[in-house]
Protein backbone atom coordinates (compact mmCIF):
# COMPACT_ATOMS: atom_id res chain seq x y z
CA UNK A 1 0.00 0.00 0.00
CA UNK A 2 1.54 3.23 -0.66
CA UNK A 3 2.00 6.32 1.95
CA UNK A 4 1.23 8.74 -1.05
CA UNK A 5 -1.29 8.44 -3.13
CA UNK A 6 -2.28 10.93 -5.95
CA UNK A 7 -5.27 9.84 -8.44
CA UNK A 8 -6.11 12.61 -11.49
CA UNK A 9 -4.77 15.64 -9.17
CA UNK A 10 -5.47 18.67 -10.85
CA UNK A 11 -4.42 22.31 -9.59
CA UNK A 12 -5.71 25.43 -10.89
CA UNK A 13 -4.86 28.80 -9.95
CA UNK A 14 -6.63 32.14 -10.93
CA UNK A 15 -9.93 32.43 -12.82
CA UNK A 16 -11.03 32.50 -16.42
CA UNK A 17 -8.77 33.92 -19.23
CA UNK A 18 -5.90 34.27 -16.69
CA UNK A 19 -6.73 30.22 -15.10
CA UNK A 20 -2.80 28.43 -14.59
CA UNK A 21 -3.14 24.89 -14.83
CA UNK A 22 -0.70 23.81 -12.38
CA UNK A 23 -0.80 20.36 -12.29
CA UNK A 24 -2.81 18.34 -15.04
CA UNK A 25 -4.50 15.08 -13.65
CA UNK A 26 -1.20 13.60 -12.00
CA UNK A 27 -1.65 10.06 -10.64
CA UNK A 28 1.35 9.39 -8.13
CA UNK A 29 1.62 6.39 -5.87
CA UNK A 30 4.63 6.88 -3.43
CA UNK A 31 5.88 3.60 -1.08
CA UNK A 32 7.27 4.13 2.09
CA UNK A 33 10.71 4.74 2.40
CA UNK A 34 11.26 5.53 -1.21
CA UNK A 35 13.60 8.84 -1.72
CA UNK A 36 12.08 10.27 -4.91
CA UNK A 37 13.77 13.31 -6.73
CA UNK A 38 11.73 15.86 -8.87
CA UNK A 39 12.68 17.29 -11.77
CA UNK A 40 11.38 19.61 -14.43
CA UNK A 41 11.72 23.25 -15.64
CA UNK A 42 10.52 26.47 -13.93
CA UNK A 43 6.79 26.69 -13.25
CA UNK A 44 6.09 23.09 -14.29
CA UNK A 45 4.32 22.02 -11.04
CA UNK A 46 6.61 20.84 -8.52
CA UNK A 47 6.22 23.02 -5.82
CA UNK A 48 2.58 22.78 -6.16
CA UNK A 49 3.01 19.51 -5.98
CA UNK A 50 5.18 18.86 -2.69
CA UNK A 51 2.71 21.66 -1.30
CA UNK A 52 -0.48 19.41 -1.88
CA UNK A 53 1.49 16.55 -0.35
CA UNK A 54 2.98 18.01 2.58
CA UNK A 55 -1.16 19.39 3.07
CA UNK A 56 -0.28 22.90 2.75
CA UNK A 57 -2.86 23.33 -0.27
CA UNK A 58 -5.75 21.53 -1.88
CA UNK A 59 -6.26 19.96 -5.52
CA UNK A 60 -8.82 21.53 -7.66
CA UNK A 61 -9.70 17.96 -8.22
CA UNK A 62 -8.61 14.06 -7.97
CA UNK A 63 -8.09 12.78 -4.97
CA UNK A 64 -5.14 12.26 -2.34
CA UNK A 65 -4.61 9.42 -0.04
CA UNK A 66 -1.83 10.05 2.68
CA UNK A 67 -1.69 6.25 3.99
CA UNK A 68 -4.77 5.05 2.56
CA UNK A 69 -6.80 8.17 4.15
CA UNK A 70 -8.80 10.51 1.72
CA UNK A 71 -6.84 13.53 2.87
CA UNK A 72 -9.79 15.54 1.66
CA UNK A 73 -12.36 13.66 3.98
CA UNK A 74 -10.03 14.90 6.93
CA UNK A 75 -11.76 17.95 9.56
CA UNK A 76 -9.25 20.82 9.16
CA UNK A 77 -8.39 19.96 13.20
CA UNK A 78 -7.58 16.74 11.55
CA UNK A 79 -5.46 17.93 8.55
CA UNK A 80 -3.31 20.42 10.51
CA UNK A 81 -2.38 17.56 13.10
CA UNK A 82 -1.77 15.27 9.93
CA UNK A 83 1.11 17.89 8.74
CA UNK A 84 2.20 19.01 12.02
CA UNK A 85 3.16 15.18 13.25
CA UNK A 86 3.91 12.71 9.72
CA UNK A 87 5.45 16.00 7.23
CA UNK A 88 8.53 17.52 7.88
CA UNK A 89 9.36 20.36 5.17
CA UNK A 90 12.60 21.99 4.25
CA UNK A 91 12.62 24.62 2.21
CA UNK A 92 14.84 26.45 -0.75
CA UNK A 93 14.51 30.07 1.00
CA UNK A 94 15.88 29.48 4.74
CA UNK A 95 12.57 29.92 7.02
CA UNK A 96 14.06 30.27 10.89
CA UNK A 97 12.81 32.99 12.66
CA UNK A 98 15.11 35.48 13.29
CA UNK A 99 14.61 36.83 16.42
CA UNK A 100 15.05 33.13 17.85
CA UNK A 101 18.01 31.18 18.71
CA UNK A 102 18.99 27.87 16.93
CA UNK A 103 17.88 26.29 19.43
CA UNK A 104 14.53 27.74 20.15
CA UNK A 105 13.48 27.88 16.26
CA UNK A 106 14.72 23.54 16.11
CA UNK A 107 12.20 23.43 19.36
CA UNK A 108 9.70 25.40 17.92
CA UNK A 109 7.51 23.23 16.17
CA UNK A 110 6.79 21.10 20.15
CA UNK A 111 5.30 24.69 21.19
CA UNK A 112 2.58 24.02 19.56
CA UNK A 113 2.10 20.33 20.39
CA UNK A 114 2.31 21.58 23.89
CA UNK A 115 5.57 19.51 25.09
CA UNK A 116 6.82 20.82 27.81
CA UNK A 117 9.85 23.14 27.95
CA UNK A 118 12.68 20.99 29.47
CA UNK A 119 11.60 18.32 27.75
CA UNK A 120 11.38 20.37 24.12
CA UNK A 121 14.88 21.73 24.56
CA UNK A 122 15.95 18.34 25.19
CA UNK A 123 14.72 17.09 22.13
CA UNK A 124 15.75 20.13 20.00
CA UNK A 125 19.27 20.24 21.42
CA UNK A 126 19.74 16.25 20.51
CA UNK A 127 18.63 17.12 17.14
CA UNK A 128 21.26 19.67 16.95
CA UNK A 129 23.78 17.56 17.62
CA UNK A 130 22.70 14.86 14.49
CA UNK A 131 23.11 17.40 12.56
CA UNK A 132 26.60 18.53 13.49
CA UNK A 133 25.37 21.85 15.02
CA UNK A 134 25.51 20.88 18.88
CA UNK A 135 28.22 24.62 19.27
CA UNK A 136 25.79 26.58 17.53
CA UNK A 137 22.66 25.97 19.66
CA UNK A 138 22.84 29.64 21.47
CA UNK A 139 23.54 31.61 18.14
CA UNK A 140 20.82 33.78 16.35
CA UNK A 141 20.47 32.94 12.70
CA UNK A 142 22.11 35.99 11.04
CA UNK A 143 25.14 34.32 12.83
CA UNK A 144 25.15 30.68 11.00
CA UNK A 145 26.09 30.36 7.43
CA UNK A 146 23.61 28.70 4.67
CA UNK A 147 24.68 25.48 5.14
CA UNK A 148 24.26 25.66 9.08
CA UNK A 149 20.81 27.39 8.61
CA UNK A 150 19.57 24.48 6.44
CA UNK A 151 21.17 21.80 9.01
CA UNK A 152 18.92 23.78 11.26
CA UNK A 153 16.33 23.77 9.47
CA UNK A 154 16.52 19.82 8.89
CA UNK A 155 17.12 19.72 12.43
CA UNK A 156 13.74 21.62 12.95
CA UNK A 157 11.86 19.35 10.28
CA UNK A 158 12.79 16.35 12.27
CA UNK A 159 11.63 17.59 15.70
CA UNK A 160 7.99 15.98 15.14
CA UNK A 161 9.64 12.66 14.05
CA UNK A 162 7.77 12.97 10.98
CA UNK A 163 7.36 9.75 8.55
CA UNK A 164 7.93 11.92 5.44
CA UNK A 165 10.22 14.97 4.25
CA UNK A 166 9.24 17.29 1.47
CA UNK A 167 12.34 19.05 0.94
CA UNK A 168 11.86 21.83 -2.01
CA UNK A 169 15.51 22.63 -3.69
CA UNK A 170 16.80 22.19 -0.18
CA UNK A 171 21.00 23.33 -1.98
CA UNK A 172 19.18 25.53 -4.21
CA UNK A 173 21.38 28.40 -1.93
CA UNK A 174 24.20 26.47 -0.80
CA UNK A 175 27.75 25.93 -1.77
CA UNK A 176 28.70 22.11 -3.56
CA UNK A 177 29.97 21.15 0.07
CA UNK A 178 27.11 22.17 2.23
CA UNK A 179 24.84 20.61 -0.39
CA UNK A 180 26.71 17.59 -0.11
CA UNK A 181 25.96 17.53 3.93
CA UNK A 182 22.64 18.27 3.46
CA UNK A 183 22.22 15.76 1.26
CA UNK A 184 24.19 12.81 3.01
CA UNK A 185 21.97 14.46 6.10
CA UNK A 186 18.45 13.22 3.62
CA UNK A 187 19.92 10.41 2.53
CA UNK A 188 20.75 8.78 6.11
CA UNK A 189 16.90 10.06 7.00
CA UNK A 190 15.97 7.45 4.49
CA UNK A 191 18.18 4.84 5.60
CA UNK A 192 16.65 5.03 8.70
CA UNK A 193 12.80 4.44 7.07
CA UNK A 194 12.07 7.72 6.36
CA UNK A 195 10.00 8.45 2.87
CA UNK A 196 11.96 11.82 1.08
CA UNK A 197 10.57 13.85 -1.84
CA UNK A 198 13.10 16.11 -3.14
CA UNK A 199 12.90 18.91 -5.73
CA UNK A 200 15.77 19.54 -7.21
CA UNK A 201 17.56 21.14 -10.68
CA UNK A 202 20.86 19.16 -9.99
CA UNK A 203 20.39 16.32 -12.26
CA UNK A 204 23.65 15.52 -9.76
CA UNK A 205 21.73 14.96 -6.58
CA UNK A 206 19.27 12.25 -8.43
CA UNK A 207 22.15 9.62 -7.20
CA UNK A 208 20.42 10.05 -3.86
CA UNK A 209 17.08 9.07 -4.84
CA UNK A 210 16.17 5.81 -6.01
CA UNK A 211 13.18 7.31 -7.92
CA UNK A 212 13.64 10.05 -10.33
CA UNK A 213 10.15 11.94 -11.62
CA UNK A 214 10.21 14.29 -14.15
CA UNK A 215 7.54 16.68 -14.86
CA UNK A 216 6.21 18.88 -17.54
CA UNK A 217 3.46 21.54 -17.79
CA UNK A 218 1.97 19.95 -14.53
CA UNK A 219 2.07 16.77 -15.65
CA UNK A 220 4.69 14.20 -14.78
CA UNK A 221 5.97 12.68 -18.14
CA UNK A 222 8.77 10.26 -17.10
CA UNK A 223 8.92 8.29 -13.97
CA UNK A 224 12.15 6.20 -13.56
CA UNK A 225 13.14 3.63 -11.07
CA UNK A 226 16.93 3.68 -10.07
CA UNK A 227 19.77 2.10 -8.13
CA UNK A 228 20.68 4.15 -4.97
CA UNK A 229 24.21 6.24 -6.06
CA UNK A 230 23.01 5.96 -9.24
CA UNK A 231 22.30 8.96 -11.83
CA UNK A 232 19.24 8.17 -14.06
CA UNK A 233 20.13 8.01 -17.52
CA UNK A 234 18.15 11.02 -18.46
CA UNK A 235 19.43 12.54 -16.21
CA UNK A 236 23.00 11.83 -16.95
CA UNK A 237 22.39 12.43 -20.48
CA UNK A 238 21.51 16.22 -19.32
CA UNK A 239 24.59 16.36 -17.21
CA UNK A 240 26.69 15.59 -20.42
CA UNK A 241 25.18 17.72 -22.76
CA UNK A 242 25.13 20.59 -19.97
CA UNK A 243 27.95 20.33 -17.30
CA UNK A 244 27.32 22.07 -14.16
CA UNK A 245 28.57 25.37 -13.69
CA UNK A 246 25.53 27.14 -12.34
CA UNK A 247 22.20 27.15 -10.93
CA UNK A 248 21.17 28.80 -14.50
CA UNK A 249 23.19 25.84 -16.07
CA UNK A 250 20.57 23.43 -13.60
CA UNK A 251 17.74 25.13 -15.00
CA UNK A 252 19.05 24.67 -18.65
CA UNK A 253 19.58 21.18 -18.26
CA UNK A 254 16.57 20.49 -17.12
CA UNK A 255 14.89 22.01 -19.89
CA UNK A 256 16.87 19.77 -22.15
CA UNK A 257 16.12 17.00 -20.49
CA UNK A 258 12.08 17.34 -21.54
CA UNK A 259 13.29 17.26 -25.11
CA UNK A 260 15.29 14.20 -25.12
CA UNK A 261 11.87 12.60 -23.18
CA UNK A 262 11.63 9.32 -24.56
CA UNK A 263 8.18 9.57 -26.32
CA UNK A 264 6.00 6.38 -26.96
CA UNK A 265 4.84 7.49 -30.34
CA UNK A 266 8.53 8.21 -31.28
CA UNK A 267 7.59 11.88 -31.48
CA UNK A 268 10.09 14.36 -29.78
CA UNK A 269 8.70 15.16 -26.08
CA UNK A 270 5.31 17.44 -25.80
CA UNK A 271 6.26 21.25 -25.61
CA UNK A 272 4.57 23.81 -23.85
CA UNK A 273 1.00 23.29 -24.65
CA UNK A 274 -0.68 25.03 -27.39
CA UNK A 275 -2.74 27.81 -26.30
CA UNK A 276 -5.86 25.72 -27.58
CA UNK A 277 -4.98 22.56 -25.18
CA UNK A 278 -4.44 25.24 -22.67
CA UNK A 279 -8.16 26.27 -23.17
CA UNK A 280 -9.65 22.78 -23.39
CA UNK A 281 -7.97 22.05 -20.06
CA UNK A 282 -9.70 25.22 -18.27
CA UNK A 283 -12.93 24.69 -20.03
CA UNK A 284 -12.46 20.88 -18.46
CA UNK A 285 -12.26 22.19 -15.24
CA UNK A 286 -14.42 23.99 -12.96
CA UNK A 287 -12.66 26.65 -11.42
CA UNK A 288 -12.45 27.29 -7.31
CA UNK A 289 -10.08 28.48 -5.44
CA UNK A 290 -9.24 26.10 -2.06
CA UNK A 291 -6.34 27.38 -0.75
CA UNK A 292 -5.91 26.46 2.30
CA UNK A 293 -6.87 28.52 6.01
CA UNK A 294 -5.04 26.31 8.20
CA UNK A 295 -1.62 26.69 7.63
N1 LIG B 1 -0.48 31.03 -5.83
C1 LIG B 1 -0.44 30.98 -7.16
N2 LIG B 1 -1.27 31.73 -7.91
C2 LIG B 1 -1.26 31.68 -9.25
N3 LIG B 1 -0.45 30.88 -9.97
C3 LIG B 1 0.41 30.10 -9.29
C4 LIG B 1 0.47 30.11 -7.86
N4 LIG B 1 1.41 29.23 -7.46
C5 LIG B 1 1.93 28.71 -8.60
N5 LIG B 1 1.32 29.23 -9.70
C6 LIG B 1 1.62 28.88 -11.09
O1 LIG B 1 1.56 27.47 -11.21
C7 LIG B 1 2.60 26.99 -12.06
C8 LIG B 1 3.45 25.99 -11.31
O2 LIG B 1 4.16 26.66 -10.29
P1 LIG B 1 5.17 25.92 -9.31
O3 LIG B 1 5.61 26.91 -8.29
O4 LIG B 1 4.54 24.66 -8.84
O5 LIG B 1 6.39 25.56 -10.31
P2 LIG B 1 7.80 24.93 -10.00
O6 LIG B 1 7.95 23.74 -10.88
O7 LIG B 1 7.97 24.72 -8.55
O8 LIG B 1 8.81 26.07 -10.52
P3 LIG B 1 10.24 26.51 -9.95
O9 LIG B 1 11.22 25.48 -10.47
O10 LIG B 1 10.46 27.85 -10.59
O11 LIG B 1 10.18 26.57 -8.46
C9 LIG B 1 3.35 28.23 -12.52
O12 LIG B 1 2.88 28.58 -13.79
C10 LIG B 1 3.00 29.28 -11.51
O13 LIG B 1 3.03 30.56 -12.05
MG1 LIG C 1 9.26 25.54 -7.08
Redesign the pocket.
Known amino acids: MPIISLKDVSKL??FGDAT?V?LDEVNLDIEAGEFVAVM??????????MNIIGLLDRPTHGQYKLSNRAVEKLRPGQRAKARRDRIGFVFQSFNLLPKLNVLDNVALPLVYRGVRPVKRLKRAADLLERVGLEDRQYFMPNALSGGQIQRAAIARALVNDPQIIIADEPTGNLDSISSLVVMELLSELNKTGNTVLM?T?NPELTRYADRAVY?HD?AIVHDQKTAKGQIPQLAKKTMQLFPRRSEEDDLAGVSAMMELLPQKDGSKAKKTKSKKAKKKSRVKHKVKSTKDKDV
Open positions: YGTAGPSGSGKTTLVHMG
